[in-house]
């Protein structure tokens, strides 16, 4: 399906997400580096480069948007792999694909309309899958959790990047400060839009924190689960592998 979306029905509460995503599709790369000041891109790649991976491995990059991940995992699977970003929402992967013919990566991708929690590929079909940023937006965590293991090979990794509990009490309240006073503001700013920025900080809050998301991939069929804090827990990553 290469530049071609493949269409997936969708429920309700994934629709609002997809218009919440839609309306920040273009401005959503500024946003990150104006809300985060350019350290997502830090936690991107160090995402990406602890991940297993191998060159000629076929990798899926689920809730991919505008392609941060998947770039970075195309440098690590070469030439001879392959990398499918994935995302429910057209207008991201419209983005994510000009993003990277942009950055003249064209062979070795792949651009598929997807629900996380139904994935559209068979069994053992992947050597790694991330998803990075996406979790916290899906509706059935516990669905797309049992779908990554499901399409995984065996021996394969899943690793989450997401937002998660900040663990030193003292940083709290500067947190919730830049979180509810900061980002709508600088929604408002920037991609006129204050509700999107409020959603975002009301969907961090709401994720399951660090043990509970390794009970989670535990649940899911999991081995090996672990996580990593990142700044002290502002993102966290979790792995898995399948065995
Ligand atoms: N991974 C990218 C990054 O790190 O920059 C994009 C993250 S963006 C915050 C979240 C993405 O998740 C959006 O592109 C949205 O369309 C996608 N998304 C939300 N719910 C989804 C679902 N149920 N299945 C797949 N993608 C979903």
């Known amino acids: 399906t290469h530049f071609g979306f493949r ?19 273009g401005k959503y790369d500024l ?3 104006l809300m985060s000041l350019g350290i997502h891109r830090a936690w991107k790649r160090y995402f990406v480069g602890t991940a297993q991976v191998a060159p000629g491995d076929r990798v899926l990059d ?18 001879a792999g392959e990398v499918v970003l994935g995302d429910i929402n057209g207008a991201m992967l419209r983005v994510g694909r000009d993003r990277m013919i942009d950055r003249g990566s064209v062979r070795g991708l792949s651009y ?5 929690e139904s994935l559209p590929f068979p069994d053992a079909s992947f050597d ?21 293991h499901r399409v995984l090979k065996v021996g394969g990794q899943a690793r989450v990047l997401e937002f998660s509990e900040v663990q030193a009490q003292w940083f709290k309240p500067l947190y919730d400060f830049h ?13 006129q839009d204050a509700s999107s920025y409020q959603y975002l900080a009301e ?5 399951p924190p660090q043990d509970q998301l390794k009970a989670m ?4 069929g999991f081995v090996r689960t672990s996580y990593k804090n990142l700044n002290g827990g502002i993102v966290a990553i979790h792995t898995g592998y399948k065995v």
Request: net charge neutral; glycine share 10%.
């Open 62 to 79: 689920l809730a991919g948007g505008t392609g941060d991940i998947a770039a970075l995992l195309r440098d690590r699977v070469g030439d």
């Open 217 to 220: 991939m535990d649940t899911a």
């Open 112 to 116: 598929v309309q997807c629900n996380a």
């Open 179 to 191: 979180s509810f006073k900061v980002l709508p503001k600088l929604g408002q700013l920037f991609a």
């Open 203 to 207: 969907s961090i809050r709401k994720h």
């Open 31 to 33: 946003m990150n580096d």
């Open 128 to 148: 790694l899958v991330t998803i990075a940023f996406g979790l916290r937006n899906v509706t059935d965590k516990d669905a797309a959790l049992r779908e990554m």
């Open 7 to 25: 269409e997936v029905p969708t429920g309700e509460k994934q629709k609002l997400v997809g218009e919440v995503f839609s309306s920040v599709a």
